[in-house]
């Protein structure tokens, strides 16, 4: 049995979904069940065996140390974060509680239970952390890609609470020889992805006739990583990632934002036409650029793939329309999130930034 935390937002749920599709190994799948944390997300798993959900809190550490008592997970892995740069603008406090004091009170609970595990139980156990590209800053045009050595330069709340949420798994194994592994992905794409972030958001205006808005010039440039290429990704880490390392895991896709949002525009004329005749991109507004936004992000993943022998099997022209796809054949999922909290947020976010 495996424990995941924040099982329930998009890249935990499609990793639960993922797993319990490759393996008979049952999921303890704990998850605070926030805005974005949504349990429609493994509807397909109501009934299934291996399934365990249960609602809480990583920073509720009797609550963490009754489910690894109980369950006795072989490992842990962590994908329980707020993850908006935006939200961590307006707010940043709720990031610092999950992702630095979260993270912290997940790892004392873990290193306690591991702490009184033995034998081959101990020498089995894992913690796999999973993190984000942003925490190593911002690159130039010309600048190589990040690799895991790079410096840590985070720029935003955001990015900043999962750098300090890295600097925390690395000392526990450092100091404690807890066995965890981190790994640092680019942006993800792909079902269950809430309409806050770049892609979802696009495609939910575009189909409700709304703007599409797009910060600066849209030319911030983004590796982008088809979801479930990471769930792979992670599935070799957890295999045969090495203790105390740091993998990157990207999809070789770097894009300009505004790019993106043609290539949505265009596949979205193609599947699902407006009714007017016109082309979606005509929806498309330029809007005030968030405070710090980072021009560039680029992972070199060569060490997992050198290491590990993983690459991503999705193309981004295959990736996305999958993407665009799934969205328009869950309308129900779609607009079962958008409640009035999430209207109030794109309220909140957007109505003030002039065109």
């Given at each position: 049995m495996i424990l995941v935390t924040g099982g329930a937002g998009f890249i935990g749920a499609n990793f639960v979904l993922d797993w319990l599709?490759?393996?008979?190994?049952a999921v303890v799948n704990l998850d605070k069940l926030t805005y974005a944390g949504n349990q429609e997300n493994l509807a397909s798993l109501?009934?299934?065996?291996?399934?365990?959900f249960v609602q809480g809190d990583i920073a509720?550490?009797?609550?963490?140390?009754?489910?690894?008592?109980?369950?006795?997970?072989?490992?842990?892995?962590?994908?329980?974060?707020?993850?908006?740069?935006?939200?961590?603008?307006?707010?940043?406090?709720?990031?610092?509680?999950?992702?630095?004091?979260?993270?912290?009170?997940?790892?004392?609970?873990?290193?306690?239970?591991?702490g009184g595990l033995q034998g081959g139980d101990k020498a089995a156990f894992r913690l796999l952390h999973v993190s984000t590209d942003e925490v190593y800053g911002s690159l130039s045009p010309t600048d190589p890609a990040f690799k895991e050595t790079g410096r840590y330069e985070p720029n935003s709340p955001y990015s900043a609470s999962k750098a300090a949420s890295d600097h925390l798994v690395r000392a526990y194994h450092h100091t404690y020889g807890l066995p965890v592994v981190t790994t640092n992905c680019s942006n993800n794409?792909?079902?269950?992805?809430?309409?806050?972030?770049?892609?979802?958001?696009?495609?939910?205006?575009?189909?409700?006739?709304?703007?599409?808005?797009?910060?600066?010039?849209?030319?911030?440039?983004?590796?982008w990583?088809?979801?479930?290429?990471?769930?792979?990704?992670?599935?070799?880490v957890l295999?045969?990632?090495r203790l105390g390392e740091t993998y990157n895991v990207g999809g070789w896709n770097e894009k300009p934002n505004l790019e993106i949002v043609h290539t949505v525009c265009g596949l979205l004329d193609e599947l699902r036409p407006r009714s007017d005749g016109k082309p979606y991109a005509t929806q498309i507004t330029?809007?005030?650029?968030?405070p710090g936004h980072d021009r560039r992000y680029a992972i070199d993943a060569s060490k997992i793939e050198q290491e590990l022998g993983w690459r991503p099997a999705e193309t981004f022209e295959t990736g996305i329309r999958k993407t665009i796809q799934w969205y328009l054949d869950n309308p129900a999922w779609v607009a079962n999130v958008q409640s009035g909290a999430y209207q109030h947020w794109v309220h909140k976010n957007y109505s003030a930034r002039a065109a």
């Open positions: 599709s490759h393996s008979e190994e109501e009934d299934h065996p291996g399934h365990v509720d550490t009797a609550l963490v140390t009754d489910l690894l008592a109980r369950y006795r997970p072989r490992a842990v892995l962590n994908f329980a974060a707020e993850s908006h740069v935006d939200r961590s603008i307006h707010g940043p406090e709720t990031f610092i509680q999950t992702n630095i004091v979260g993270t912290f009170r997940l790892l004392e609970a873990v290193r306690a239970h591991w794409y792909g079902p269950f992805h809430f309409p806050e972030k770049l892609i979802p958001l696009m495609v939910v205006n575009a189909l409700a006739g709304k703007p599409l808005p797009v910060y600066g010039d849209g030319q911030q440039v983004r590796d990583l088809y979801v479930k290429d990471h769930c792979s990704a992670l599935r070799r295999e045969a990632g330029h809007v005030t650029d968030r």
